[in-house]
């Protein structure tokens, strides 16, 4: 058998044969196997076939569906995706506003070669994303979310520009381009965006800042990262949860009355730690919360009419 440079490739190329055009539905025979060897060059002998299926399951535990008596061909069965999780990440990566159009398909195609093409391509006529979803027109918001991670991993504090919008200057550097300075603790997706969830000394308190308004990121490495109590006080999945649509406002510990039925959206709201009392018929419960009291709170309560009642603080009531 003569020798040459794509010989030593051989066993990558017979993956990827596999990889790209078999699954569980879909079949390759040995002769078809070395013909599509040979169109890259490689010229293989049927037994060596048969070894190399044998390393591929044996030595790197890939599902390889055997050559059966039937000459139906063997296959690469099953992957580390399954079909429906692929579809589920491809839906999810399609309906995200935090990805601009051109990231959102350039991730879609990455996760569909996870996949045989012909699974592929059944999978992508699947997909329907509804209601005219709004996608970023940033591109570097993927990149300052990378970069910002690599600060909390590296301990170190973060600068940046914060932009907004206003009605003369259009999209524009706050509080005239200064940068912020701030220790950065966490990183939330809500609400269809990403947000930085940060402590600022000044301020001496946790805030949070939307990732697609942070322009001009840059680690400080000279700076350790503070606030790690406050953080550690405001665990992020509790923070989230008061903050209604990552709007601030003080925060109150506000009790509700609530009828039994809104249970459910209650613990969705504030998770399944939150206590509550009955009352004495059970037709409702009386819970305290802590939350930040802002419109889009009241926007909730209200969202819920006769069914929900704020009882106290008599401030927020009021």
Known sequence: MPKNANQKAKLLHLLRILWNDTDAEHRLTVPQLLKRLESKGIVAERKSIYSD?????????????????????????????????????????????????????QLTDKLSRQLSRHQAARLKRQIWVTGGVAKAENQRIYYTLDQLSEAINNDHQVSYQYMEWTLDKGRCPRHGGRRYLVSPWALIFQDDNYYLVAYDAQEERIKHYRIDRIEAAREEMQLPREGRQAFEEAHPSTYARRMFGMYGGREERVTLHCSAQLLNALRDRFGTEVQVLPDPDRRGFTARVLVAVSPQFFAWVFGFGQEMEILSPTSVRQ
């Open 53 to 105: 299926l044998k390393v591929l399951e044996e030595e790197f535990d890939l599902d390889i569906l055997p050559i059966t008596r039937d000459r139906k061909g063997c296959a690469l069965a099953s992957r580390i995706f399954e079909v429906p999780e692929i579809g589920m990440l491809m839906d999810m990566v399609q309906s995200s506003r935090f990805l601009t159009a051109e990231k959102a398909a």
